[in-house]
């Protein structure tokens, strides 16, 4: 079956410093993979997504690295700042329809 | 202008009773969802349906019962409420999902459930 891990389940990082959060898969299948981002009291919002075709994918202040090598998923944010603190799930998708989510991350920003 | 949003944001209810959490999307996507967060954030799919049709059921009590009367909405009752059904539920959309395609999907703000 698929799961998903996250080495750290917390993250405190400076204001201005740049922030890394990662992510296990086991599912080799997997083939598509997917940030999210969840505030306070709201629902989780998209951040980025990558396939496996690829292994770098560049947003604005974001960047993703997958290595399917060692099924490892990394969130690479710049720049942190005090509003980027939430909850980071990253996702996994293969063989099935279902999104497979991982336990989250919280990100703590100090200004 | 919301695109993806559910009702009520609250529910405090007794155990036993029966309840129901709306969704609607004016995305015009065609698959909606249904998740369960737990206490501990952990973030589970419970339901998906494709164009009204049930698509992916993942194993929920028979408690649960998602309803679609069209592609925009996707109600969540349910029965003979428990206290291991607290959480908060989150409606979610996307584009059509099809095997082999994968569509980022958008969640609603989500619905607390506190059972008494």
């Known amino acids: 079956g698929e799961s998903v891990g996250l080495h750290l389940p917390t993250l405190s990082v400076q204001e201005g410093d740049n922030s890394i959060i990662n992510c296990a898969y086991s599912?080799?299948?997997?083939?598509?993979f997917i940030w999210y981002k969840q505030e306070s009291g709201k629902g989780p919002q998209f951040i980025i997504d990558?396939?496996?075709?690829?292994d770098k994918r560049q947003g604005q202040r974001v960047t993703v690295l997958l290595n399917k090598t060692v099924k490892h998923l990394s969130l690479q944010i710049a720049a942190t700042q005090p509003g980027d603190s939430a909850v980071y799930f990253c996702?996994?998708?293969?063989?099935?329809?279902?999104?497979?989510f991982g336990k989250g991350t919280k990100l703590t920003v100090n200004p | 202008d919301t695109a993806v949003s559910q009702t009520p944001k609250y529910l405090v209810t007794q155990m036993g009773n029966d309840k129901s959490i709306k969704c609607e999307q004016n995305?015009?996507?065609?698959?909606m969802y249904w998740y369960k967060q737990d206490s501990k954030k952990f973030l589970k799919i419970m339901f998906s349906?494709?164009?009204?049709?049930?698509?992916i059921n993942e194993t929920v009590p028979n408690r649960f019962s998602p309803k679609s009367p069209d592609k925009a909405h996707l109600n969540l009752h349910i029965n003979s409420l428990e206290l291991g059904d607290s959480a908060v539920y989150f409606c979610?959309?996307?584009?059509?999902?099809?095997?082999?395609?994968?569509?980022?999907?958008?969640f609603g703000p989500g619905t607390r459930l506190l059972v008494l």
């Open positions: 990558i396939r496996s075709n690829m």
């Open positions: 349906y494709n164009n009204k049709e049930l698509i």
């Open positions: 996702g996994t998708q293969g063989g099935s329809e279902k999104l497979v």
């Open positions: 979610a959309s996307s584009l059509l999902l099809n095997p082999g395609r994968l569509e980022t999907q958008y």
């Open positions: 995305l015009g996507h065609d698959t």
């Open positions: 599912n080799s299948a997997s083939d598509y």
